[in-house]
């Protein structure tokens, strides 16, 4: 799994990339109420707004960390958004990429340099 | 003498002591109340109507068949279940509201008097000009205190709302861009510690908005400022006093440099209660301000609204103000409806008919009561109150900025809490017990934690050392270790703490039968 | 002076307590050259005597609706509002709270408020509704920003029944979002243009019902060729008492509904304050502009009410929310609710048939009148009538007579050409020595 700086995760199968928030993120933002994902086949450049997540007092901007055509969005979120609370980097995740650049995946931040990231915030 | 012997205990050590608790649920006085859907009034009416030989003849057939739905109460019932609702309200009449730019002050009942008179409350919008003399001469009058406590030549009046004269004031400056030719600027700039409604009103107009940066001082950085300002933008929005409660000293080199790179100086005029009858807006070179007529001219805030929110205009923007126009001529006053005329190049209209009357007449009412005079007298009281608040709390809490005198409203942050497990929403939560309303809380934004207190001028010194004292208290109790006063609170109030992640996550916005069909138990 | 609490003594003991020396100090900020010094050129502060002299001259020329014969509409209606509405939106409790923000000490905004969603989402035959918006022509406006965020398109038609104040409205707030906007031409029964208008780029067709002349309109078959192609159907209402008789637009296929509530509960008041009702399907509720209120638990497990759904708002999505609204029109949904409550179904429905019933007398009255042309052919308790002479001026004349005739069309759009065509409503403060008057007055003027 490998991270950005802006609280976003990245688990990759062949081409597929899913992308979720983490747990810093998650716990940060409190009880998630709802979260709106991107619509199927979206063109996402690296860095672009790919998603909402809203609590209860606060809306937020999930940034896209790879570019690539968005092939699926976790439905199971409409009925239940507080699983991004329970499993942020599990079965919380928020949308399914079909990369374009391998490299962008490389350049990453891979877990221990994440985790060193948050101990300087 | 004789032996009274039908006696009853009469002090409170004779009696029991009592169970603690009721049976039932009540708390005394406060009772609970159901939805009038679960009062089971499916067929009842609290109206004594004729009920005339129904001919549906001339309705093309587009009767509605099914139930509506609507239950019905009889006058008593009425008037129990919206008794019963009021006693779980908050208001100004009970206690002090300390919200920030909110400007709760006393509503005076002299102005719901006026607003009631037939001449202005059983007036129809659109009554032959002729017959309607007497509202267009207030509107008129109104507008010149307006136009004079600000010194700007115009002003627009229908806007509902301080957020509806926001974009009021932007459309007028749209307009005016337009008219020059500059249409293609396409940018706002907006202070960091702005009103959210600054932002969605320039966003809604087509414009991006780009932030200015504070200084250490609480106020907007002219540095900052000169380099954002250019060519592509179309104006600056700025509060002043600013959302920290503090005067913009800068502000009239604010409106040179943005009149300098031709664009407009729009100002949010919620925290005009701070400088009404002492300071102009047009003398500090503002191009449009609006003006929340339910925050410093006293209309009600009613539980939300409504409110109302005209638009003083600078020379450069009046010719663009939307309909109607009331304009007075040799015959009395006349109302210009459409973009004709001198009014031509007004941007369009932003409600059907003439807007808040009913709070025009209330404003006006007030107006005059207080007078020059007073409004002066209204904005010095009302910072007094915040400085002394500040004075008085600065012992226990910790004051955002420090140096200096505040305006009307005096603004905290959390450091003070720092250590005690305690946030500011616990604190404010533990004020309900006390007896007041929260104060604002994490606004601005700038703030860590911010706490923003507005007294207004129509609390009396007895109140501020009652909300003082409260507050101490607290702030004691806060730092010695009282975590779950706090956390918990509040315990005392009709309800506790809700559960607002729920009502998100699984919204439940209207009341729906258990059963099918309510109906079927007629 | 009356609301200012502080005297004297007070004032120099609390500058003490700050440590300043005079007021003065406290406006040290302010630039020198922004200082007031000399008096304002208005008056000096007075007592409730003197102030209520005046509103009393100014209110004194003015023609109050019931002062005598009455027939305006036309977007505002003179009904009875019975006295326990008044008096209840009186009690400071209502009258001087804030919005319901902190939600264990604003139970009774927050009920009435869920109570009047309720209310507005049986009436329209919608799924949920808003706390309320300003009025009925901002919530237009909204409803059709509203069909652009969730179809993500940009043409808007207005059918030609649509009031032309709303119409107005709609027209400068959507050019601002860039929103191509089509006014269809005024017409009395506007459908079929409105049909014929609809592409896969319209986001959305706003009719309304009874329109601007009074006419009920079955709008189902517009519904389903907006649904078609894709847009939305919104409704809008102007008389909201005439929910009691009608089919309701979500009955008839609408996916959003507005109306004008000022019929139930709150005065004529020349215009304002009034209530905006906002309705629309389920799907579409986070799309859905202004306050919401919900239900939910508190901490020991009783029912409560929260304001809801917030990051659609102002003060928490800032530039991407769903409109800049702030306030909603929260004493006026008080005033509204309570009036409905006492009404309830079966009284809403009697006051409507009542309305109705006034009107086909008026309707038939004026269908007597040599030179008058009844021009709706169906209508709740409003319709247009063709003159035989300037309507402006036939009501203006009919004024010295004291009786307010009704809304000449041109007065709201005077580019339609429709100079002799009168607006004229019955409600049931109407009585059969109004309708005579205003018979006997026309007739007159037509020299009859």
């Known amino acids: 799994m490998r991270f950005t700086k802006d609280h976003e995760w990245v688990e990759l199968d062949g081409d597929i990339a899913t992308v979720g928030i983490t747990a810093y993120a998650a716990d940060q933002l409190g009880d998630v109420v709802f979260v709106e994902t991107p619509d199927l086949g ?80 | 003498m004789s032996m009274n012997s039908v006696g009853r205990p009469t002090r409170p050590d004779q009696q029991s002591p009592g169970v603690g608790g009721s049976l039932t649920g009540a708390r ?77 002050k006393h509503n005076p009942r002299l102005n719901e008097k006026m607003a009631r008179l037939a001449g202005f409350g059983d007036l129809h919008p659109l009554t032959p000009v002729s017959a309607s003399q007497g509202a267009l001469a207030l509107m008129d009058r109104l507008a010149h205190w307006l136009k004079t406590l600000t010194a700007m030549p115009a002003v627009a009046m229908s806007p509902k709302a301080g957020a509806h004269g926001e974009l009021c004031g932007l459309l007028c400056i749209k307009a005016a861009h337009e008219a020059k030719g500059q249409g293609h600027r396409r940018t706002v700039l907006v202070p960091t510690s702005a009103h ?49 409660g503090l005067f913009e000293r800068d502000i009239v080199e604010i409106a040179r440099l943005t009149h300098e790179v031709g664009a407009y100086f729009y100002c949010d005029g919620a925290n005009f209660n701070a400088i009404v ?83 025009f007449v209330r404003a006006y009412a007030y107006m005059l009561s207080h007078g020059a005079d007073g409004l002066r007298q209204v904005a010095e009281d009302a910072v007094l109150n915040a400085n002394y608040i500040k004075a008085r709390l600065s012992k226990v809490m910790t004051p955002a900025f420090p140096e200096g005198p505040c305006m009307h409203e005096a603004l905290f942050d959390d450091h003070w809490l720092e250590g005690t497990g305690i946030t500011t929403l616990d604190f404010a939560k533990a004020m309900i017990d006390e007896g007041f309303h929260p104060m604002t809380m994490y606004f601005p934004l700038v703030v860590h934690g911010a706490m923003l207190i507005e007294p207004t001028e129509t609390e009396s010194k007895l109140e501020l050392d009652r909300f003082c004292d409260a507050l101490i208290a607290l702030a004691n109790a806060a730092k010695g270790g009282d975590v779950e006063r706090f956390t918990g609170a509040p315990y005392l109030a009709p309800l506790r703490r809700l559960d607002e992640t729920q009502a998100a996550r699984k919204p439940k916005l209207t009341w729906k039968p258990v059963s099918q069909t309510p109906l079927a138990a007629e | 002076m009356r609301y200012l609490p502080l005297t004297p003594a007070d004032r120099a003991n609390m500058l003490s307590v700050i440590g300043a020396k005079s007021i003065d100090d406290l406006f040290i900020d302010v630039p020198g050259v922004a200082q007031i010094r000399d008096p304002f050129d208005l008056p000096r502060h007075a007592g409730e005597m003197e102030v209520e002299r005046e509103l009393a001259a100014l209110a004194a020329m ?141 986001a959305c067709v706003v009719v309304q019902t009874p329109n601007a002349f009074g006419t009920v309109t079955d709008v189902s078959k517009i519904a389903e060729a907006a649904h078609a192609a894709g847009a939305l159907l919104i409704v809008v209402t ?53 306050r919401l209120c919900g239900e939910t638990l508190d901490a020991e497990g009783r029912r409560g009410f929260v304001l809801t ?18 306030t909603n029109s929260g004493l006026c949904a008080l005033a509204f609710t309570i009036h409905l409550s006492l009404l309830g179904e079966r009284g809403l429905k009697s006051l409507a048939a009542l309305n109705h019933s006034r009107a086909r007398e008026l309707r038939d009255a004026l269908a007597a009148v040599p030179g008058v042309e009844i021009l709706t052919p169906r209508f709740f308790n409003e319709f247009a009538v063709r003159l035989p002479a300037n309507a402006i001026e036939t009501v203006e004349a009919l004024v010295g007579r004291g009786i307010i005739a009704g809304v000449p069309y041109s007065r709201l759009a005077p580019e339609a050409g429709m100079d002799d065509v009168l607006l004229v409503a019955a409600t049931e403060t109407t009585t059969e020595a109004d309708i005579a008057a205003l018979v006997a007055a026309l007739k007159g003027r037509t020299g009859q």
């Open chain 1, 42 to 121: 979206k063109s996402l450049k690296s860095g672009d707004a790919m998603a909402v997540v809203e609590s209860v007092k606060a809306a937020s901007d999930v940034y896209a960390p790879l570019s690539g055509e968005v092939v699926e969005a976790n439905g199971a979120l409409g009925d239940a958004p507080e699983t991004v609370n329970d499993q942020p980097e599990g079965l919380g995740w928020f949308a399914k990429i079909k990369i374009s650049d391998r490299a962008e995946f490389d350049a990453l931040m891979d877990r221990p340099a994440y985790e060193a990231f948050l101990g300087s915030l």
């Open chain 2, 28 to 104: 005394g006085l406060l009772q609970d109340e159901a939805l009038i859907f679960e009062l089971g009034g499916w067929d009842k009416t609290g109206v004594d109507l004729e009920a005339p030989k129904f001919d549906a003849s001339d309705l093309g057939g587009l009767v509605r068949s099914a139930p509506i739905g609507l239950p019905g109460l009889s006058e008593p019932e009425a008037m129990r279940h919206y008794v019963r609702l009021s006693q779980k309200n908050h208001a100004i009449d009970l206690a002090l509201y300390p919200l920030g730019s909110c400007t709760m």
């Open chain 2, 196 to 244: 959210g409604t600054n932002p969605a009103t320039a966003a809604f107009v087509g414009y991006s908005v780009t932030e200015i940066a504070q200084t250490q001082d609480g106020r907007v950085d002219l540095a900052d400022l000169e380099a954002k300002l250019s060519e592509d933008v179309a104006a600056i929005m700025v509060t002043n006093p600013n959302t920290c």
């Open chain 2, 277 to 359: 009858g002492r300071v102009r807006p047009g003398d500090l070179g503002v191009d449009a301000m609006h003006i929340n007529l339910h925050k410093t001219f006293s209309t009600p805030h009613g539980g939300g609204g409504p409110g109302a929110g005209p638009v003083v205009l600078s020379a450069a923007l009046a010719p663009f103000a939307p309909a109607p126009w009331v304009v007075s001529g040799p015959n009395g006053f006349d109302l210009i409806e459409s973009p004709e005329g001198e009014a031509v190049q007004g941007f369009g209209r932003m409600v059907a008919f003439q807007g808040q009357m009913g709070m």
């Open chain 3, 62 to 202: 003015n023609r109050p609706a019931g002062s005598g014969p009455f027939f305006c509409g036309a977007g505002a209606y003179k009904h009875h509002i019975p006295a326990t509405v008044d008096h209840v939106i009186q009690r400071s409790e209502f009258l001087t709270s804030y919005t319901p923000y902190q939600p264990e000490i604003a139970q009774g905004t927050l009920q009435v408020l869920f109570e009047f969603q309720t209310q507005v989402a049986a009436l329209t035959g919608l799924d949920v509704a808003n706390a309320s918006m300003y009025d009925g022509s901002t919530a237009c406006a909204e409803a059709v920003m509203m069909a652009q965020r969730v179809t993500r398109r940009n043409k808007a038609v207005l059918s030609g029944g649509l009031h032309p104040h709303y119409a107005a409205v709609t027209q400068t707030i959507a050019s601002a979002e860039s929103m191509e906007i089509t006014r269809l031409a005024a017409a009395i029964d506007a459908e079929a243009a409105v049909i014929a208008s609809i592409d896969t780029d319209t």
């Open chain 3, 238 to 290: 102007t008389e909201a008492v005439s929910f009691g008789l009608l089919k309701s637009p979500g009955e008839m296929g609408a996916d959003i509904a507005v109306a004008e509530g000022q019929s139930i509960g709150v005065g004529l008041s020349y215009g304002g304050p009034y209530i905006g009702l906002f309705a629309c399907k389920e799907k579409y509720v986070r799309q859905m502009p202004g």
């Open chain 3, 309 to 326: 759904l917030s990051t659609r708002e102002q003060h928490i999505r800032r530039d991407k929310a769903t409109s800049n609204i702030c």
